[in-house]
């Protein structure tokens, strides 16, 4: 049985024990690196919910991060000396007798043994085909006039990106789609719920001709273990395009994000109440949707930072400093 498995079909057990402490696990889940700095300042923030809740969102992340992240989960739990002595009841859930550790990512075998045959549809149509498996929101696209090696290994490709769908959180696809703004139009990123939506309309763009593009997106978002999966499953692709697309203001402005504690961007968003207004910032739950909104008011472009500049010198000279170097490497 999987790491991840193991952690779902013991779920529920692990978010009731851990519980009685969240604060304890939380803080060895951050000292493991399970969670980044901006995971742990989001769990840590939450204050509305009761312990358990906190640990169901703990686990929940742990979940979404793949199968060795899980594994490294229940090593934790079943090897730290405080954890083992603060939650003794862990000892009496099947967490498996010999501890996980990463194994090589396979290549799923096709679905049903049979690889997926392309459909006729007219040139208007999406050039890839991105199905969760389960007969919803399919999007089929093209494959005729390929040769049979190259759909084959299309359809494969297809697949590693529904893989990595199935592993972004939320806040994650939002992170994407806000890279993506210089790509993608607002109006269409506005409509995009799950990250397959993402895919397909950077592959309308070529942006998913080669990997160069995604991985660049998943690098940011610190998502390495997808890379690994992404570089496993779709074998030597063509480097079409390998040029830079991604831009180093959408990355800038991710690492501030990135960086912000849950205090700083309260306080940000007080900075900016007069410039962007109550009504819109009371819908700005990140730091992400706070620069949304600064570019809509044409505050913050990527040739004109002055603003940001000079709210974060405000707020913290770290953060500030981050655009700085910004404008200096243009």
Do not use: W
């Amino acid at each position: 049985m999987s790491a991840k498995a193991t952690v779902r079909r013991n779920k529920t057990a692990i978010q009731t024990i851990l519980s009685g402490d969240y604060r304890l696990i939380l803080n060895k889940v951050y000292e493991k690196e399970l969670i980044n700095q901006r995971e742990y300042n989001s769990l840590k923030s939450i204050n509305r919910e009761d312990a358990e809740g906190h640990v169901i969102e703990l686990v929940d992340k742990i979940m979404n991060k793949g199968d060795d992240t899980c594994g490294a989960f229940l090593n934790l739990l079943q090897t730290d000396e405080d954890i083992k002595s603060t939650f003794p009841q862990l000892k009496d859930l099947q967490l498996n007798e010999a501890l996980f550790v990463p194994r090589p990512v396979e290549i799923s075998p096709p679905h049903n043994g049979v690889e997926s045959k392309g459909i006729q549809h007219d040139s208007s149509q999406r050039e890839t085909m991105f199905d969760d498996g389960k007969g919803k929101g399919a999007q089929h696209v093209t494959h005729s006039f390929q040769p049979c090696s190259k759909r084959s290994r299309s359809t494969k490709n297809i697949r590693t990106l529904l893989d990595i769908n199935n592993e972004l959180e939320s806040s994650e696809v939002a992170a994407l789609c806000f890279l993506c703004s210089d790509v993608v139009s607002r109006k269409h990123l506005e409509e995009i719920r799950q990250a397959k939506d993402l895919f397909s309309r950077l592959s309308e763009k070529g942006l998913l001709e080669n990997n160069t593009f995604l991985k660049e997106l998943l690098h940011t978002i610190h998502r390495e273990d997808l890379i690994i999966r992404l570089e496993a499953h779709s074998g030597n692709l063509e480097e079409t395009d390998a040029r830079r697309v991604l831009s180093n203001f959408r990355i800038m402005l991710y690492k501030i994000y990135d960086d912000m504690t849950v205090d700083g961007l309260e306080s940000m968003k007080l900075l900016l109440m007069s410039k962007l207004g109550k009504r819109h910032l009371d819908h700005c739950k990140t730091a992400l949707d706070v620069f949304a909104e600064m570019e809509k008011k044409e505050l913050i472009s990527d040739t004109h930072v002055d603003e940001l500049y000079d709210v974060l010198l405000k707020l913290d000279a770290k953060l500030a400093k981050t655009v700085k170097h910004y404008t200096m490497s243009r």
